[in-house]
């Protein structure tokens, strides 16, 4: 790519960043996740570098997550957790997200083990009633869906539900956005009552190489066990 192409890629690249957080309801994610599915990986995930999955991945399994179980990647959009996980040997994933087109791309990723990433693909409304059977998952991981314009503190209830007792969970979230917008407290309250263990938090880069205001950004990601 030319010096030129390159610097459009990563123009491009804010922009979608922009609007995906100026979004404000439901609606509004599967609006522009429709339009944007076909060329979120070349325009966002290859245009910025992302690596948030990896290091999303790498704390999941430095926490003793899964290895054997089945793992449920909450807001999946194209599938780079998906992808990541099945490298690193997982071979039971889940993947939930709002958007079918997203959930669409999703279902074409195939793994370094040349194994489909996902095994089943849920069209899901977090912010809504989640109707999926209790205790599924021995592992939950989330990335870029906990973030400014997305889901709020409340859109992790239902996760708690379908982690089995004693399921990891690696749960990102913008770094900005975690004390802010309440996640730092809602752990915390989750915790106090006894509803999982106190989250250690482990703090990653989102971008390799994204020369934009936002090219900095980190991720805080709470990992944490379901008690049941
Ligand atoms: C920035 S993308 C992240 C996708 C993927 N995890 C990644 O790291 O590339 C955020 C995803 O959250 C999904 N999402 C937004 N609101 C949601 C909701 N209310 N319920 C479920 N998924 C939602 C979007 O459709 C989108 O695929």
């Not at 990647?73 to 071979?91: H, M, N, R, S, Y």
Request: hydrophobic letters at 40%.
């Amino acid at each position: 790519m030319s010096a030129t192409d390159d610097r459009a890629a990563k123009e491009r690249a804010t922009d979608h960043l922009e609007a995906a957080y100026s979004l404000e309801t439901p609606e509004d994610s599967i609006q522009l996740y429709a339009s944007w599915a076909d060329s979120y990986d070349e325009t966002f995930i290859e245009a910025t570098g992302y690596v948030y999955h990896e290091g999303l991945v790498g704390a999941f399994l430095d926490a003793g997550g899964s290895a054997g179980g089945a793992v449920l990647d909450v807001g999946c959009g194209t599938g780079v957790v998906g992808i990541e996980l099945g490298d690193q040997g997982e071979t039971t994933v889940d993947g939930l997200d709002i958007s079918p087109e997203m959930l669409a791309v999703a279902a074409t990723k195939i793994t370094a083990h040349g194994m489909k990433a996902y095994r089943n693909l849920l069209e899901v409304d977090l912010t809504g009633p989640v109707d999926l059977p209790a205790d599924s998952y021995t592992g939950i991981v989330s990335a870029g869906t906990f973030t400014f314009g997305h889901l709020p503190p409340s859109g992790i209830d239902p996760l708690l539900r379908l982690g089995a007792p004693s399921a990891v969970c690696a749960i990102g979230v913008n770094a900005e956005h975690f004390t802010e917008q309440g996640f730092e407290r809602y752990f915390a309250d989750r915790a106090a009552e006894g509803a999982i263990t106190v989250p250690e938090l482990v703090d990653i880069p989102i971008y390799g190489a994204f020369e934009s205001e936002h090219g900095g950004t980190r991720a805080t990601v709470a990992v944490f066990q379901i008690l049941r």
